[in-house]
Structures are given as C-alpha cells and as structure tokens.
C-alpha cells in the first residue's frame, strides 16, 4: 500500500442511461433494466448505427456543453450526500481530479455558421458574428471545465484532468486516491464526464468497424459468441473522496473504501489491445498489491466488456492469468450491456456501480448473454442477483492503445 492514509468515499452522483442519481441507477440494476434504445439526439434515418445509451432525464441548454451539464448534476448528487459545504475561500486542501471526453459541436449552429460564411466568404466571420458556437466549444474544453469544478467546492490544492480513453475514469480516481495517501489533499472530486451521442463521434467508430448495428434490446452483448459490437452511451460520475482521518474530524459516513489502483500500458497497437491482455493483467496485479490483496479476496469484477471480440476475449484472458483455476468461482459482469460504453466517463460510471454492488449486496447483471464463447469461459452474473456478501470488489477500465486501469473499492 502508498501509506497509512487511508481514502475514503464519502458522497456519490451518477446520471447515465440507467436514470439521474444513485436510485435511479440502483433500481434499474436491480431490476435488470437497460438503457439503451433508438437514438433521440440527433435525426438517425438511414445511419447505420440504430441505437445509443443516452441521458433522458436531464434538461440541457441549448448551446451548453452537454457533458459540463451531465457532471454539475452528479457533483450536485455526491457533495449533498457528503454533505460536504462549498468553501468560502480557496482550500488547499480540497483537490480535483477529473475526466473530460473531448468536446463535440452543436449540428444546427455549425451548419449556419458555414452558411453564413460561405456567403460571406470571411473565415473570421465564424467566431465573431455568432459567438454561441464559440461560447459553446470554451464551455465544454476540458481546462474550462477543471476549473469551473474547482470553483465549484473551493479548491485550491491540485486540479488534474485525465485523459487515458476509457481508461480515464479510473485513472482520474486512482490520481485522486494518490493525492489523499500522499498528503496532498484531504478532499479531492474526482469522476469522469462525457458525450458521444453526435453523427461525428459515431462515425468514427463506425469506421474502426467498432458498433453494433442490431437493435437495442440486443445491441451490446459482453462476452457472447454472437456478439457484433459496442453501444455508445453518456453520463458523468462523481466521487467526493477524504482521508478517513477528515472523513471522522468532520462526522461523515464513508460508503467505501478505494483500497487499490493500478495502471499499466499495453504498447500493442494503436486501438488494439494485447491478445491475451497481459497489460490488462498486470493493471489488475498492480491493484491487488496496492491495495494488500489477494486474488481470492476479490468478490466480484466489474469487466470492462465492451461486446467487441477481441476486448472480451483479452479481458477473459487476462483473469484467467491473475486468478487461475479460482476464476471459475469469481462473478464477473460487463454492465456496458444497460449502459452503452460510456468511453472516457465508463470507469467512473462503473465504479460507483461497484458502489452500489458493494453497499447493496447486489451483483449487477450482463444482459444478452445466451451464447457461450470458449474463449470467454467466466463466471458471468447473467440476472440480477440480490443478497451477496461483498467485501472487496474490482472495476476495470480499458482503453484504446492499451491504456489499462483496475480500481478495488472495500466495503
């Protein structure tokens, strides 16, 4: 383990497909229920990709960046339940380690922006006769962003952004864990926000030949033989992490523990990761030292997932190499399968619903699972399952590239 300091969960704010909030987001686990359906962000007629996971239950200003919308509403979430008050003046101790995906741009306005300039054949028409587009592309750059979070609980310790594709939430919990052990701050807001829901965003995994095509009820299958590819969803995550020393000064009740962190980088391929996904190990490995555990301690995993052959199938091999013949016995889900892959906040996501798994007792389910892959021989959780007794679970992030990351949460 880094040090004697432990870190703590004290507050937790989650929107994603699954719904606004943790109850929101606890029923539809428990009841199974995904949240991917056709696509409602933009006219999808005639594209190839049918469905998506996107946020229904938040209002978003026209031309606000949605992804800043998305994480202001899980930070409200988390810093309520952490009753955590906003400080008056810039505290040193309060830190931020965040994820951004990258911004995307509203269709409308930049098809009207062209027109005009067209027109006007004035390239310096589009920034100044209609500044909502401007606006709108500052609100939503990433160092925008950090710092709006930063204003908002007071922080005037370090502001960190991350950005390892979907390894990111993870990263952006694992740096902020460190920040805690090392003394570097005593509360640090730490998550991941996106939104990829736009034709843009999704072409350019349509061209990596990375998306389901099927419809949604059966669009994203982790871990099945007949599985064709990923969904993209959005939605933001936050955790308000403490010592457990300032956690007890100030009487809050930890949910959680981040007990273990651990990252490592394949150098495979540019988006493909190892075949038999040695840094996907050595990232889980990296973990259970940090934290002081053993393989058999770990009672559930969070997969990463995603419903593409070659990711399932290196994740697959990649517990079977850090547990043996005991992974027979470990549960393992991908809740991509209700979510759609949240890409740069997917990690985030899923460890508050390690979280809740935690808390609850509750194993959440990989959905559309009916046909057996040998080369994904797991112990998957295939239907909600209630009333299991969790000590220590497991939340992996895989990105393009390689980039790995593996958190443990201790209940």
Request: with cysteine.
């Amino acid at each position: 383990m880094t040090s004697g300091r432990a870190c703590v969960v004290t507050g937790a704010g989650i929107i994603s497909p699954l719904g606004r909030g943790l109850e929101a987001t606890r029923a539809a686990l428990a009841a199974g229920r995904s949240g991917i359906a056709p696509i409602g962000a933009f006219d999808a007629a005639g594209f190839p990709v049918l469905c998506a996971g996107e946020v229904r239950d938040a209002r978003i200003p026209r031309g606000s960046a949605r992804q800043a919308v998305l994480a202001d509403v899980a930070l409200a979430e988390a810093l309520a339940q952490a009753q955590l008050e906003v400080a008056a003046t810039a505290d040193a101790g309060r830190a931020v380690s965040f994820a951004f995906g990258k911004p995307t741009v509203d269709l409308e306005m930049l098809a009207a922006h062209a027109a005009a300039w067209r027109a006007a054949c004035d390239p310096e028409l589009l920034p100044r006769e209609v500044p909502g587009l401007a606006a709108a592309r500052q609100e939503a750059d990433p160092a925008t962003l950090l710092r709006r979070l930063g204003r908002a609980v007071g922080a005037g310790g370090p502001l960190y952004s991350s950005y390892t594709a979907c390894a990111s939430g993870n990263d952006a919990l694992g740096l902020g864990k460190r920040l805690i052990e090392r003394g570097q701050a005593e509360v640090v807001i730490a998550g991941a926000t996106d939104s990829q829901v736009h034709p843009l965003s999704l072409i350019e995994f349509e061209l990596l030949s990375a998306l389901s095509h099927e419809p949604a009820a059966r669009a994203c299958r982790p871990f099945d033989r007949q599985r064709t590819g990923f969904v993209v969803g959005e939605g933001a995550a936050v955790l308000v992490l403490e010592s457990a020393e300032h956690a007890r000064a100030r009487g809050a009740r930890p949910l959680a523990r981040i007990a273990g962190y651990g990252s490592s980088l394949d150098c495979h391929g540019l988006t493909k990761c190892h075949p038999q996904g040695r840094g996907a190990a050595q990232a889980m490995r990296a973990a259970l030292a940090d934290a002081g555990a053993r393989p058999e301690q770990i009672d559930y995993v969070n997969a990463h997932g995603t419903g593409t052959v070659l990711n399932d199938q290196s994740e697959a091999a990649a517990l079977h190499a850090v547990w043996g013949e005991a992974v027979a016995r470990l549960p393992v889900s991908s809740t991509k399968a209700m979510t759609g892959h949240l890409l740069t906040a997917a990690s985030a996501i899923e460890a508050v619903i390690t979280l809740i798994a935690l808390s609850d007792g509750l194993l959440p389910p990989n959905l559309n699972f009916e046909h057996p892959d040998p080369e994904c021989e797991l112990n998957l959780v295939t239907a909600p399952r209630q009333g299991a007794r969790l000590a220590h679970a497991m939340s992996n992030g895989f990105g393009f590239g390689g980039q790995n990351s593996s958190l443990i949460l201790a209940a």
